[in-house]
């Protein structure tokens, strides 16, 4: 079964890939990854992480009721994913504010079928206070399970994006569609996606957003409801690697200093680098300067910021290969 999005010359001019990761898609998803009977091996060091917090704190409360909008497989509501160009904190705002009018309406298409809890039956009227649950699960979990986890996300995601804005630069937009997952076909003038179900998206003139997701595994994910903003969440591809997976990195350099070249796959400003790898903009500022002065990286001053990126040293290292 497939999904067919049809493009037209407009749409393809406006195509956009997300900066950073999504949080509520990767919240989404790896709820997915945490009930999937097999997982793959990638996320293990993930689930480990999550074992752990489970023994030290009662987490069981929030996890059972984003469940509960999250299945294992099948559909959950549009609007726990809403379009943001923010991070959590806004995400969280617009999932609060959803008019009671589209939550009972996602809510009934989704779960139509069987019997709701009382919990929600309160969240598809409307109800203040189911509304602040959700709100705190969605907090709690994100805190708990994966903000820690953030700098491999991060990482991942981004050399992600930087690998396809090479193919936009190399082959345009053609080329990027052609090259987003094993499981995306490019067929002009339609992106073909392995689905669960036969269907279309027609486009007409509005774009997509190409959101690339750690927690996405094989198929992509969109929206239910086609009259949103076209979105489609493909799986982050692992072929530039991490601090984590790449062979004697963090040996070489140390964990950080590693994590900081894995980071700057797409040049980024100081504040930005520390957001990446999850440490201070002090710490940050002091191991871009370390790896400056081995010509692994270059900064340079933009305005008020300044931004680092890889050499052609740095880049072979981050990559893994083998140098002249």
Known sequence: MTLRIHFTADDLARITVT??????WELVNSLHTLQARQTASEYAPWLRHVRKRLARSDLRS????????????????????????????AARDLVLATPASRLRAELTACFGQRTPSSWLRRLAEGDRAARQELDGAVATYFRELLAPQLHVIDAVVHADRAHHGRDVLEGGAERLLSTLSPSIRWE???????????????????????VPSFFCTGRPITLIDPGLPPVLVYPASRRSGSADTLDGLPELLGRTRAMVLCALAS?????????????SIGTASKHASVLRTAKLITSTRRGGEVVHALTPLGRELAQGRRGG
């Open 19 to 24: 900066p950073r990761p999504d949080p509520m």
């Open 62 to 89: 929030p996890i059972r009721l984003l469940t509960t909008l999250v299945p294992p497989r099948g559909n959950f509501p549009d609007f726990l994913t809403p379009p943001h160009k923010g991070g959590m904190e």
């Open 188 to 210: 002009p003038p339609t992106l073909v996606a392995d689905y669960p179900r036969d269907g279309d998206l027609h486009l007409g003139g509005r774009g997509i957003s190409l």
């Open 267 to 279: 040049p980024c400003a100081t504040g930005e680098l520390a957001r990446r790898i999850g440490v």
